[in-house]
């Protein structure tokens, strides 16, 4: 080791304020990204030990996605014990799947032993069923059933993202036993707000604020101080639908039940605002045709992801080009037409994808039903109209001082209204559409809605023209 990395190791490691490992735009620091570098190269346990194992999982996370992928495994053999697998939890699932199909299944199987279920659900869900069984398999009977458990509920689904401990007390017990309870039981989750009660089936009755337990006499029951949880979430609900009832109801857990209406485990809001914004990276993928995609895949992974919108964009840009070959001779006789076409599109296009945008959004935060769609579809036809004159009178002068040509200006002015009008009836249909036929409008609206402004904007830009200049169509 040369004598500037002696310099720069020693100030790193006189430096107290380990969580400072950001530079001002959010990124690891390039100069700890260097140290840490350095450090696993070395082999310097203690370095990785004090600066780099002591990182809250989320840091140790992005730490984890800055570094390069030969000193990922590194860092986590090097730190043995001492690395917080609940790390993995904060990266990519490339990531993830990476650095645990370098560690012995024995490892993962005592480091998930000092996970929260939640945690380590996340982990086991993405391994092989082969592997997964044998880390199952070396876990406490009760862990490995409560973990079995949570794996059946369906993937997304408020069982996979819950917490399996929790506290629950019957209610006949008194304030002081709760208590009395809470200090002597070892097997408590570390933290938690509420707690359950339930009858000796587990059926859940209600649910206590700790802030009442300690405002309540130890002699008084559980019974007379409970209140009812309206909010219970079915174990096989949609962790997205499950985030909503916590948005609406300002929640900060709640218990989930199974279908017999009884307690299996509770959803917590740290793991709430992961679905939240795993479900918003989701949608806005989906959006853009890349699936799943995550910055971590490798090129094949990344391209495979991208073919088959590309190929259903690459059908209906045929259409589109059919209909242009209708209107041939138009375009060869008049050749402004050519030149001003992409316009009509282009709008079309952007128009319709604003609105589309807006209205998946609000189909996902259910923020647009069947009470009040037909309300916002005549606001988006009044934009449609309004940006449509106002665009169409702006291009349709700037076409008309260009070509010295009043007739191709208004023919262009009425083809931009035509389609800013189409494109946000298609901005708003489409996707209510494809939600009534069961798909979804995530994933589709966008290739549908681009289909419909290119196909509308042409066919009446050209078909207005043929119209005017009195040109056959095909001739």
Known sequence: MTETEDDIRSRALADED??????DDGSIRLDFLAIVGAAIADRDLLFLRQHVARLHESELGDLIEAIQPDQRIALVRLLGDDFDMTALTEVD????????????????????GDLDSDDAVYILED???????????QLPFTERVRL???????????????????????????????????????????????????????????VIDLDRI????????????????????????????????????????????????????????????????????????????VGDEELSDNIAETSRSRVPWLAVNLFTAFVSASVISL???????VVALAILMPIVAGMGGNAGSQTMTVTVRALATRNLDIHNAWRVARREAGVGLINGVLFGCLVGTVAAIWFQDIHIGGLITTAMLINMFAAAMAGITIPILLVRAGADPAVSSAVFVTA????????????LATWWFGIGIGS
């Open 148 to 206: 079995r458990r949570a794996l059946d509920y369906p993937e997304s689904s408020a069982g996979r993202r819950m917490q399996t401990e929790f506290v629950a007390v019957p209610p006949f017990w008194t304030v002081g036993q709760t208590i009395d309870y809470m200090r002597d039981e070892e097997g408590l989750p570390e933290s938690f707000t509420q707690i359950f009660v339930i009858d000796p089936t587990f059926k859940l009755l209600g």
């Open 452 to 463: 419909i402004t290119d196909t509308t904007g042409f066919f009446s830009f050209l078909g």
């Open 127 to 137: 391994l092989d069923q082969e592997d997964r069984d044998e880390i199952l398999a």
């Open 214 to 289: 300690l405002r309540t006499k130890r002699l008084v029951k559980i019974e007379t101080i409970m209140r009812e949880t309206n909010h219970p979430i079915p174990a096989e609900m949609d962790q997205e639908e499950a985030a909503q009832l916590f948005e609406q109801y300002d929640l900060l857990s709640a218990a989930v039940v199974d279908e017999s209406g009884r307690l299996v485990g509770v959803l917590t809001i740290d793991d709430v605002v992961d679905v939240i914004q795993e479900e918003a990276e989701e949608d806005l993928m989906r959006l853009g045709g």
């Open 93 to 112: 699932e490339a990531i993830r799947l990476q650095i645990v199909g370098h560690l012995p299944n024995a490892q993962i199987a005592a480091a998930i």
């Open 327 to 333: 209107f041939e001779a138009t375009i060869e006789q």
């Open 18 to 23: 380990h969580a400072d490992i950001y530079a």
